[in-house]
């Protein structure tokens, strides 16, 4: 267990709707990143906030949007869903940003999104 | 931009056998960390192993060690007297230095362990 924690653990919706993921960082963890892993794509960076503000941005689409709260949970939304959405979806949590020192990265258990 | 490539879509190993998963990247920067990441059925992302570029001396952690080579920006993962428990899926993955943390991986490996 990582410490970690992503809510749902599966999501179902059709084409064209609207959903949103959960993740809650490690205890102290700063940075929130989230990252896709699909078929197609394999696994990409999307999105890094670090205590509240956007840090750095991937490959997202204009679709999807994140932030992160002040209690240091993020959410990562995803809107006119499409086929190609469908992917597992992880967020991972570290202490800080990289800054002058390597900051692990520690992966939850991914959300599973199927757009039917 | 990096890249991180994986040659290898499959690999298999007997159990006890010793297997090596090969990754190159490409970079212009002189100062990065490069990982490998286990993905067993349960799709956990695990951290294996983590090498410092500008380290020379290769990183290893009990069973696996890696083969950096910079100049060829070649980045190997051996797995020692493999266990059954080494089936996943195994990232490579690339991260610079000093600019946000974000990891660039690789489209993977799968490594069957047979009995």
């Known amino acids: 267990d990582s410490g970690v924690t992503q809510t749902p653990k599966h999501l179902i919706t059709a084409t064209g709707q609207r959903v949103t993921l959960r993740c809650s960082p490690r205890?102290?963890?700063?940075?929130v990143y989230w990252y896709q892993q699909s078929l197609d794509q394999g696994l990409q960076f999307l999105i890094q906030?670090?205590?509240?503000?956007?840090?750095a941005k991937g490959n997202i689409l204009e679709r999807f949007s994140a932030q992160q709260f002040p209690d240091l949970h993020s959410e990562l939304n995803l809107s006119s869903l499409e086929l190609g959405d469908s992917a597992l979806y992880f967020c991972?949590?570290?202490?800080?940003?990289?800054?002058?020192?390597?900051?692990?990265?520690?992966f939850g258990p991914g959300t599973r999104l199927t757009v039917l | 931009a990096q890249t991180v490539t994986q040659s290898q879509p499959e690999m298999s190993v007997q159990e006890a056998e010793t297997v090596t998963l090969s990754c190159t990247y490409d970079?212009?920067?002189?100062?990065?960390?490069l990982f490998w990441y286990k993905q067993p059925p349960s799709r956990q992302m695990i951290l294996v192993i983590r090498?410092?570029?500008?380290?020379?001396q290769n990183a290893t952690e009990n069973r696996f060690s890696v083969n950096f080579q910079k100049a060829a920006k070649s980045f190997s993962l051996k797995i020692s007297d493999s266990q059954l428990g080494d089936t996943a899926m195994y990232f490579c993955?690339?991260?610079?230095?000093?600019?946000?943390?974000?990891?660039?991986f690789g489209g993977g490996t799968r490594l069957m362990v047979k009995p």
């Open positions: 991972a949590s570290s202490v800080g940003t990289s800054g002058h020192s390597y900051n692990e990265q520690f």
């Open positions: 970079t212009s920067e002189s100062n990065y960390y």
């Open positions: 993955a690339f991260m610079k230095h000093n600019a946000g943390n974000m990891l660039t």
């Open positions: 906030y670090y205590n509240g503000e956007e840090r």
């Open positions: 090498q410092e570029a500008y380290k020379q």
């Open positions: 205890s102290g963890d700063l940075s």
